[in-house]
């Protein structure tokens, strides 16, 4: 019989469960994602279910700024899809995450089979955002952006409406702070993306 799972309280709005033993499938995450909406549930690459509170309604007005301005260059541009809140992805290392916000070009998208891209698109996407919230440790949001670096995202923005700065992401190199941020851009990743941090801040 196997052993419950281990539970870690992280912070006093995030649990950790330490199901390795369980061997979660794609198809059974989904599900307990789908059975527990009034929560958003990851899974880190050591097997651990990482449980959070849904976002405040400040957070989810920053959130819907973002992917508005990030859906209208999309649209645009017509190179590739964006992704919003809910959408998680299975990264190389194992890993099932959840970025606020995703980007990746039409031709790495439509590589994906399409029962695939129903699921958890085993991919990383190109570009990726997470805004930090009241119950975000900037310590785990941090490791969050390396592994999508180290996961093959080629661009990264780590926005924080507390600490009024964005740290920006790009492989092979050191993450770049900006304090008091105002017009953040995406090129070359995403030539011509632009975003304004004060809508958010």
Do not use: H
């Amino acid at each position: 019989m196997a052993r419950p799972p281990a539970i870690e309280v992280d912070t006093p709005d995030r649990v950790v469960l330490n199901v390795r033993s369980l061997g979660l499938t794609d198809d059974q995450f989904l599900r307990l994602c789908s059975d527990n909406r009034d929560f958003r549930i990851e899974m880190s690459a050591q097997g651990e279910l990482i449980i959070m509170p849904p976002p405040g309604s400040m957070t989810g007005r920053r959130n819907l700024v973002i992917l508005q301005r990030l859906a209208n260059w999309a649209e645009q541009d017509g190179t590739g899809v964006g992704f919003g809140t809910d959408t998680g992805f299975t990264l190389p290392n194992g890993a099932k995450r959840g970025p606020d916000a995703a980007w990746m070009s039409r031709e790495r998208w439509n590589r994906i089979p399409e029962e695939q891209q129903e699921k958890l698109a085993p991919i990383c996407p190109d570009f990726v955002v997470e805004l930090r919230s009241p119950s975000d440790r900037l310590s785990d949001v941090q490791a969050k952006m390396e592994e999508y670096i180290a996961s093959g995202a080629r661009l990264g923005w780590l926005l924080d409406p507390f600490d009024n700065c964005a740290t920006i992401y790009w492989p092979g190199q050191l993450p770049e702070r900006i304090e008091n941020p105002t017009i953040i851009y995406g090129d070359p990743v995403l030539p011509g993306f632009q975003f304004d941090f004060r809508e958010i801040a």
